[in-house]
DNA sequence: AATGAATGAGCCTTCATTCAT
DNA sequence: AATGAATGAAGGCTCATTCAT
């Protein structure tokens, strides 16, 4: 396309406003990442702008979390969505999506979705886990199967993050996920008391 | 043991302070119940206190939230317990302890649990979650097993309680949740990509 | 007549301005009449310009209360001189064009006078009111007697419309008002203890 | 009585408050008088004490102008009582009472006036005329006659003070307002065109 | 002439915590 | 031991106005 370079061409008005939107999510990260507080008065004044500027790309500020979430979440879905078209199996992939947004090296992503695990008000992660794990509950499954999955997978992840776990970029984490997945789905369902 | 107040300025020798403790952590108990705020004055003057006294018995706000947390705590270990003891297989008694704790008919510790899962200050329910897993993880296993294990039921049911599920209650998710963690233990290991 | 924008920035001699006016003002009586935050963006939106077009006609928030308030007192001017030449008596033309003004079936012109009633820096209808009222003031005599009169009614219509009063519409007010300014003017001014 | 010295001897709490409130109010009058920026921060700030104080006794910014009207309405009803007692009529000692308040000797209570007469959530004086004018509007009669004298009486004073007028202070206007009053009283309500 | 992004002073309010009594 | 008045940093948010394009 004659786009090379992404993110030249824009008319001046949109670009500039795509600026600020990004600076303004910018410094949000930014501010997480250092465990700053995360105010918007803060916020904008890292991002360069006014809180009034600020005010008029997001509504409040949980708009600013939940613009990162959906950040994060794109990220992730395209991850995910790559490794399956290479042959991994789609659970694993999901897995490891979560698991490679968390490690070490992300310390920025990392700050981002803790915060954003720990807003209720902001939508997790769940739709993507969903997805991955989708075709290993059969249709006509009770929901509850890919609910209990999804959730116990991020709960873990979550968990690690939460604690600063050690597992977490261990490769042994992304294996015991993986048999928590198979086992769930090839145990049979007969009681116990 | 040394008592729920454990986080307590200090430790309630006469009836008179144990009654002021109660009184505090009862309102604080109800406030979260009401989905009122929950701030240090609101709580002081529902428990019938002055601010002051309750300072003097809980350092700081969060000290509330952890004697919550504690004296939950010990309510499922003592269920966990009763439950074994009646043959109620290990992982199936810690699952359905906490389970019972949220379903709809107690909402006043269902509050409660809500506030401290939110707080990542307060530890949470894993200690109780590891003892009933414990049995099925092998000795001298890695550790990331009863970690995933614990975590897993822990991020199931928390996920439940704040997305409000209509799954707690019903018999399907202890069956779910026991079937988890059966079919991570006899899962075998192997590797998939 | 110079003008309903005669404390506009600039006249406007062209249909485009004059049409930009018109939209400003027209907008703005909307927002008052929805009971809308009238801010000059919000009016400048509505209007469908920007706030900088808005800021070339009106050189602050002020102004567009100013030229809603002029076009008020211009349309009441005509109505009553319109009622005189009809053989009404001037008090009473005075009055019932006031009268008028607000009563139930006119919400859009009430809102904007009522957001004039309450800026005390927008001149209020004082003018036209002592118009009608001066053919009963005897010429030399005090101003106190014009000053008295015209406040007085505009002070019973005013407190009818702020207090959202059932007489507002009852032909009980206007005899009411009438009776006033007559008892007034025939009283003689013996002195009371 | 044994409270000679009439704000002794009261319990070192009340006490406190009863000052802190005081500060609070007198410093609120100030402000208005001095036409300074009315906020909860500056209020707090004039009257020494930390805007958290002022928030204790009063739950938001208008509950202080209502306060001072309380205050107003009591002083003029207090001297709307002592005039009539002293034989003045009730008409001309409630206008006087108003009138009094507004003269140009008491500059703070013009003030607190000024902006009570403003907000339009702030009861304004008129039970105070309404009580004054009561004698006048006979037993049985439309209510728009007491409407209608108390109003014009308080519009009067309201341009007068808005207005600055300098029929302020002078007898004319107590002549002119009691003149309006027995007029309209007295004047037979025939019908004109 | 028009645009609209940007500004930023300033507002109201909350609440954990202290300390003199 | 208890009281509760006082604190004040901090936070989220609004809106009239400007000015580069």
Known sequence: MSDATTNARRSPRQGRSKATV??????ATRIL???ETFTTNHVAERAGVSVGTLYQYFPDKAAILHALGARERAVMAEATRIAIEAGVDPARAAIRAQLTAFDGRHAARRAVLEAILR???V???ADEVDAGVAPFVREGERPVHAFVLSRAIMGVVRAAV???SPLLGAPDLEEALVRLVRGYVEASPKRSK
């Not at 990004?22 to 410094?27: Q, Y």
């Open 33 to 35: 990442e250092a465990g």
């Open 162 to 164: 939460l604690e600063d």
């Open 22 to 27: 990004d600076a303004i999510l910018e410094a």
């Open 119 to 121: 807003d209720p008000a």
């Open 123 to 125: 939508p997790g992660m």
